[in-house]
């Protein structure tokens, strides 16, 4: 195959996490510490631990390491609704906020990277190219889930 698939995909990783490195170093915090943080920022409504295990694929012990982090930071609150006290919510406090920002900057530079000598219709086209590519990815994970 022409495409090294896990090459690109590491060197993207990469890249993200060189960018991220300052924020990680000035606030004292882990990647994924950082990564929840962004996740509840970025994905409003996906608001549990289960939501970002699911979004990010980190293993539940890693979130459940890094929201107990967070909390002792003072950046996140536990908060369980009347209407599901199983269900912990993760809502983010004001003191995270320069974090969040500085986080997100990190990833807007990283994206401004990724798209750096693309056209508008070249970037949609890697858009629509790269969600294609996510789904089938997707549904033939579904599909040997079921088969174990």
Do not use: C
């Amino acid at each position: 195959m022409s495409w090294d698939y896990f090459t690109h995909a590491r060197t993207l990783e990469l890249l993200y996490h060189k960018l991220q490195s300052p924020v990680l170093t000035r606030y004292r915090m882990t990647q994924i510490e950082l990564d929840v943080l962004l996740i509840l920022a970025n994905h409003p409504g996906l608001d549990t631990a289960k939501d970002i295990v699911e979004i990010r694929r980190l293993t539940k012990s890693h979130v459940s390491a890094a929201v107990e982090g967070l909390s002792r930071k003072g950046y996140l609150l536990r908060v369980r609704r009347p209407d599901n006290r199983k269900l912990i919510h993760l809502v983010l406090l004001p003191e995270a906020a320069p974090v969040v920002a500085d986080g997100q900057a990190s990833q807007q530079a990283f994206f401004q990277t990724l798209g750096r000598g693309f056209s508008p219709q070249e970037r949609a086209q890697l858009d629509a190219l790269l969600l294609r590519v996510t789904e089938n990815v997707r549904q033939e994970y579904l599909r040997l889930e079921k088969e174990d």
